[in-house]
């Protein structure tokens, strides 16, 4: 079967989405092309019977201001609620709370060295560096923890521009956190809902497997239920995860582009894929709220420096017997090779190290996973940007032929890749790129 359309979008996640309604808002008339039973990509939240909580096996977060988000939240009827609450961790086997920010003297560091104007390199070898060895130890472990469990990265690789950039004064370090109540299920519902079903054709469990493109025209092939299946269009809006572009034809979820992508070739070498893993666990009762004379009761991080699954979270603002533990970066890349059920036994005696005197294993009701890294079609959590990477993302984005356009968090030139925001302004860009180019071409 063949099918028509003015573009084809390629992946159903938020970027994909967004793409799509911006388009259809146009007049054009798109088909969006989901591998998976089910739209969201990265954005994948399971609702539990009797549990008053969300379980997010993806994005949770709103990171800073996301202006795009909320309205989507109010499009849908829902709202956001703060998850800023009290951060406790684990020091010389007691939980205790944190004041001095350690992440704020590293930062001092980056500013008094001007790494800015320097030429970048990772923020390992800044911290074995001079200006690293002045900060206190305990500053220098917080950075790479941090670096690794938020952005998902190895120290060793990432670039530290993309690193001071980050943590500039007024920015992410500095913003607060929030969360969609009930789930970011309600940014997908508005995300679906914008689409004009007139005009949009939804197609999920539609695996594309290769693009041959001109000037002008796109064919595209793909397996849909086991069998091939074939769609063309004058233009493409293409959003699957960086990974999935780098991945060798032929492999599971992989796209063979002819001609190839060879000049994206800089920046799909310097984009890196970070690894995260997030296990939610469900407990018979959140026993941490009692513990220790109900001190912890407001906490809404616990921190185990040190630790593999070196963080866990609670629902908060949210009372729930939910915990979430998180390990990112190197150590997450690691455990991704393991099998499910060893990688929420490692997660579970997290929880153990900073409860200790409680039968965790009994508590438990259940544990929720998704391996990102082993998915084909995510093949990792979310892009870093490697040493010296520059305008990689930019690059990336980039438009070919006035034919193909890349969307994505991975291509977010507004700084805020590797987030949900990030996904959403890309797609929104290249849907603007499409139309811009098809007006002046016509
Ligand atoms: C565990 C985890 C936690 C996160 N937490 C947060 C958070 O708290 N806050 C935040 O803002 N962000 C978070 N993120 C990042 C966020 O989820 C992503 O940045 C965002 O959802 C990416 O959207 P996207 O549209 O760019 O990509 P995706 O959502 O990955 O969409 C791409 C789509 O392409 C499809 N696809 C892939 N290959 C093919 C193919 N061959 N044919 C057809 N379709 C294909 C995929 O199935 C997918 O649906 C998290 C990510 C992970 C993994």
């Known amino acids: 079967m063949t099918d028509r359309q003015d573009v084809i979008v390629i992946g159903a996640g938020a970027a994909g989405l967004a793409a799509a309604a911006a388009l259809s808002r146009s007049g054009r008339s798109v088909q969006v092309l989901e591998a998976r039973d089910r739209i969201g990509g990265r954005i994948w939240t399971r609702l539990e019977p009797g549990l008053a909580a969300p379980v997010e096996l993806g994005a949770e977060f709103i990171h800073g201001d996301s202006p795009e988000t909320y309205e989507l939240l109010r499009q849908a009827g829902g709202s956001a609620v703060d998850t800023s609450g009290e ?11 944190r004041t001095e920010s350690l992440l704020g003297q590293v930062r001092g560091a980056f500013e008094a060295a001007e790494v800015l104007r320097k030429p970048d390199i990772s923020l390992e070898t800044f911290l074995a560096g001079e200006a690293g060895r002045a900060l206190p130890e305990e500053a220098r472990a917080m950075a790479r923890a941090f670096v690794s469990g938020f952005d998902a990265a190895d120290p060793r690789l990432v670039s530290l521009h993309s690193v001071a950039e980050e943590w500039r004064s007024g920015g992410m370090l500095d913003s607060s956190q929030s969360r969609p109540s009930g789930g970011y299920h309600t940014v997908l519902q508005a995300l679906a809902g914008a689409l004009d079903r007139a005009r949009v054709q939804v197609r999920l469990q539609t695996v594309v497997t290769a693009i041959d493109w001109s000037s002008g025209s796109v064919e595209i092939q793909a397996e849909r239920l086991g069998r091939p299946w074939r769609a063309s269009a004058r233009s493409a809006v293409i959003t699957v995860p960086l990974a999935v572009l780098r991945a060798a034809g032929g492999a599971p ?16 070498d310097r984009i890196l894929c970070g690894a995260v893993l997030k296990v939610m666990l469900r407990f018979r009762r959140a026993f941490w709220a009692g ?3 109900g001190r ?6 616990f921190h185990s420096p ?12 949210v009372r729930a017997p939910l915990l979430s ?27 153990g190290t900073v409860f200790p005197g409680y039968d965790v294993e009994a508590e438990l009701e259940s544990a929720h ?23 990689a993302r930019e690059l990336l984005a980039a438009p070919l032929g006035g034919t193909l356009f890349f969307a994505g968090e991975a291509t977010d030139t507004t700084g805020e890749p590797a987030t949900v925001t990030g996904a959403l302004r890309s797609g929104a860009r290249a849907a603007m790129e499409v139309i811009r180019h098809s007006d002046a071409s016509s």
């Not at 912890?296 to 991080?301: E, L, R, T, V």
């Open 291 to 293: 513990h220790d004379g």
């Open 325 to 351: 533990a998180w390990v990112g970066g190197p150590a997450a890349a690691r455990l991704c090779e393991s099998s499910d059920e060893e990688i929420m036994r490692a997660a579970l005696d997290g929880v």
């Open 253 to 268: 979820g992989a796209i063979r582009f002819r001609p190839g992508l060879e000049s994206k070739q800089p920046a799909l």
């Open 87 to 97: 951060h406790w961790s684990l020091i010389d086997g007691r939980l205790q709370r």
């Open 369 to 391: 996973l998704h391996n990102w890294a082993r998915d084909p079609f995510a093949r990792g959590a979310y892009s870093y940007l490697g040493v010296g990477a520059g305008h």
């Open 306 to 317: 040190g630790k593999v699954f070196a963080t866990l979270w609670t629902p908060l603002p």
């Open 296 to 301: 912890h009761a407001d906490a809404s991080f």
